[in-house]
C-alpha cells in the first residue's frame, strides 16, 4: 500500500534506519555512562560502546579507529578541519583551494579564514559541476596549506574526482580535506585508496541519527593535526572536547554497519529506481538533468523544467510528495541555488529545478506516483506560464527586456 | 512554509488563466517580472470602449504559488470594474484577501504592477498618454 507524504528529499536528511534506534536505546537510561570515567562500570560500558562504534565507522571509510574525531555533525567537522589545518599549518601558509559548489559549511568557513587574514581560492566548476584538475594544479602556490572539496554534491549529486585530486595534493605537500557528508555511506569511500587527510561527515545522512557525526584525522603519511576549536576536557586527542554523545556515536555506528553491509546491493536497487525516475520525467519536454550523469551519486537527481518555477511546482504535491527545488523565492534576495548558477545555468532554469534524493526506504510505488504527480504539475502549469507560451511560438525569451525586479 | 486556504485554492483552481489577441486595440496586455527573479506575470485586459469597463481579465504567471494565487485574484477583481475604478487596486489589498507572509508581498506587488501595466498598454494602443506611476517601493 502506498502510503503518504512520499519522503523523496533524502540529502537533506534520512530517515533512522530501525536497527540503528534498535542499537542505541539501551545507551538512554541503562547504560548510561560518561565516556570519560574511568573508574567504575558505568563509564567503562560508555567506553567501550564508543570504542566499538569507533571501530564501526573506521571501518567504514577504510581507516583506522584512532583517526575517528567524534563531532556533532558535519558542520562542525567542516569548521574545525579548515579552522583546525589553518591555525595549525600556519608556519606553513596560509592559502587555502576550494570550490564554489561547497557547502555553505565550507563555503562560510572559508569566508571567516579570509577574514582572519587568510587567502582562499575559489575554484569555479565546469558545466557537469566537476572541478577542473588543471586548473587546481595551476591554484596551489608555496603558502597553500591544504584543498577542501567536496566528495558528492548535495544538490546536484555529482561526485568529485578524490583520487586525482589528492594525487596532485601530494604531489606539492598539501592536504586534502573533503566534506564527505553525502558520499559515505552511499558510495564506497576509502580513505586511503582516495588519498584523503580529514574528511568530515555525518550520521543522519546515512540512516543514523541526528546531531552526530565524526571527522577523520590522518595519523599516517602525513601524521595530520588540527587545533582544536574548543576548549575542555581535551577529549577526542584532544582535538574535539566535550563529553562524548554515546547514544548518538553508538547509532553512528550501527549505521555505517548497516550501510557497508548493504551498499552494494541497496545501490543496484536505487539507482534502478532513480534511473527510471529520471528517464521518465525526461519524457517531457524542456527538461534537463543538472550535473554530471556519469560522476554522480546513485541515488539523487536534479532536473530542470524549463518555464516552470521550482517553488511554484512544489506547490502542486508537497502535500504528498517531499522535495527541495534550487529555487528560493522565499528567500529576501530571490536568488536561486548559488550550486546551479556555478554550473553556468542561466536564473530560469535555475529557479526551476528540483531535487530528488532516494533512499534504502523508497518504494517503486512510490516512484511510479511522484513520475506522475510530477509530470501533471509541469503540464498544468506551463499551460499558466506566459514563458512555455512564448517558447512554443518561437520567441526568444533572452531578446525581451525584462523589468528585473 | 504553510500556504494560506485562499492561496492553495486560487493554485489549485486558478480563475481566468488564458490569453486574449494582444493585437486586438480593446485589449491591454502588461508582462512584467523576469525570469531570473522566478517570476513573470502577463495580465491582460480586455475593454469596453463605449462604457470604459473591463468585460474580461486573463493572465499567465510563472512564479511561486503566491504569485499565481496573485495574479488570478487580479484577474477576477478586475472583470466589472472600470479602467479607472482598476487603477485603484492597491497590492495591499491582494496581501490582505489572500494572507501572503512578508517574503510574498513582492507577488502582489508585481501584481499590481502588471494591472497598471495593462492599463497604459491599453491607453497608448488608444491615443491616450500613459500615466506615470511612482515606482514601486519592492524593486
Not at chain 1, 537510561?29 to 560502546?49: D, I, T, V, Y
Not at chain 1, 577504510?62 to 563531532?71: L, N, Q, R, S, V
Not at chain 1, 594544479?137 to 558528492?152: G, N, S
Not at chain 1, 525526461?282 to 517553488?311: D, M, Q, W
Request: one cysteine or more; proline letters at 3%; aromatic letters at 6%.
Amino acid at each position: 500500500m502506498l502510503k503518504l507524504p512520499i519522503y523523496l528529499d533524502n540529502n537533506a536528511t534520512t530517515p533512522m534506519d530501525p536497527k540503528v534506534l534498535e542499537a542505541m536505546t539501551p545507551y538512554f537510561m541503562q547504560h548510561f555512562g560518561n565516556a570519560a570515567s574511568r573508574n567504575h562500570p558505568f563509564g567503562w560500558e560508555a567506553e567501550e560502546a564508543v570504542d566499538y562504534a569507533r571501530e564501526q565507522v573506521a571501518k567504514l571509510i577504510g581507516a583506522d579507529p584512532k583517526e575517528i574525531i567524534f563531532t556533532s555533525g558535519a558542520t562542525e567537522g567542516d569548521n574545525l578541519a579548515i579552522k583546525g589545518v589553518y591555525e595549525m599549518y600556519a608556519s606553513k601558509g596560509n592559502h587555502i583551494i576550494t570550490a564554489t559548489t561547497e557547502h555553505k559549511a565550507v563555503l562560510d568557513t572559508c569566508k571567516h579564514i579570509e577574514k582572519s587574514g587568510g587567502e582562499v581560492t575559489y575554484l569555479q566548476v565546469k558545466a557537469d559541476g566537476l572541478i577542473d584538475l588543471k586548473e587546481l594544479e595551476a591554484a596551489i602556490k608555496p603558502t597553500t596549506i591544504l584543498i577542501a572539496i567536496m566528495y558528492a554534491n548535495n544538490e546536484i549529486g555529482t561526485v568529485m574526482p578524490i583520487k586525482e585530486i589528492s594525487a596532485i595534493a601530494r604531489k606539492h605537500g598539501v592536504l586534502v580535506f573533503t566534506d564527505g557528508t553525502q558520499a559515505v555511506g552511499k558510495i564506497p569511500v576509502n580513505v586511503n585508496k582516495d588519498g584523503i587527510d580529514l574528511m568530515a561527515f555525518t550520521a543522519h545522512k546515512m540512516y543514523g541519527p541526528k546531531g552526530v557525526g565524526a571527522l577523520y584525522v590522518r595519523r599516517k603519511n602525513p601524521r595530520v593535526k588540527v587545533t582544536a576549536q574548543m576548549d575542555g576536557g581535551g577529549h577526542e586527542r584532544g582535538m574535539r572536547s566535550g563529553t562524548l554523545n554515546v547514544p548518538g556515536i553508538v547509532g553512528f555506528g550501527k549505521a555505517c554497519e548497516l550501510c557497508m553491509l548493504n551498499m552494494e546491493e541497496e545501490n543496484k536497487r536505487i539507482s534502478k529506481m532513480r534511473d527510471h525516475l529520471e528517464t521518465e520525467l525526461l519524457k517531457l519536454e524542456e527538461a534537463y538533468v543538472n550535473g554530471s550523469r556519469e560522476h554522480r551519486l546513485p541515488h539523487v537527481t536534479n532536473i530542470s523544467f524549463k518555464h516552470v518555477e521550482g517553488e511554484g511546482l512544489l506547490m502542486g504535491f508537497n502535500k504528498n510528495i517531499a522535495l527541495s527545488s534550487g529555487s528560493a523565492c522565499t528567500s529576501a534576495s530571490l536568488e536561486p541555488s548559488y550550486v546551479l548558477k556555478a554550473l553556468g545555468l542561466g536564473d530560469d532554469l535555475a529557479h526551476s529545478s528540483l531535487r530528488f534524493g532516494l533512499s534504502r526506504f523508497t518504494t517503486e510505488e512510490e516512484i511510479e506516483y511522484t513520475i506522475k504527480a510530477i509530470s501533471e504539475t509541469v503540464l498544468k502549469l506551463r499551460e499558466m506560464s506566459p514563458l512555455w507560451e512564448m517558447y512554443k511560438e518561437g520567441i526568444d525569451l533572452s531578446t525581451i527586456e525584462w523589468a528585473a525586479h | 512554509m504553510a500556504y494560506s486556504d485562499k492561496v492553495i485554492d486560487h493554485y489549485q483552481n486558478p480563475k481566468n488563466v488564458g490569453t486574449l489577441d494582444k493585437a486586438s486595440k480593446n485589449v491591454g496586455t502588461g508582462l512584467v517580472g523576469a525570469p531570473e527573479c522566478g517570476d513573470v506575470m502577463r495580465l491582460q485586459i480586455q475593454v469596453d470602449d463605449a462604457t470604459g469597463m473591463i468585460t474580461d481579465a486573463k493572465f499567465k504567471t510563472f512564479g511561486c504559488g503566491s504569485a499565481i494565487a496573485s495574479s488570478s485574484l487580479a484577474t477576477e477583481w478586475l472583470k466589472g470594474k472600470s479602467v479607472d475604478e482598476a487603477l485603484k487596486i492597491d497590492n495591499m489589498d491582494i496581501v490582505e484577501e489572500l494572507n501572503l507572509p512578508p517574503v510574498k508581498i513582492h507577488c502582489s506587488v508585481l501584481a499590481e504592477d502588471a494591472i497598471k501595466a495593462a492599463i497604459n498598454d491599453y491607453r497608448v494602443k488608444n491615443g491616450m498618454d500613459a500615466i506615470k506611476f511612482e515606482e514601486s517601493v519592492v524593486h
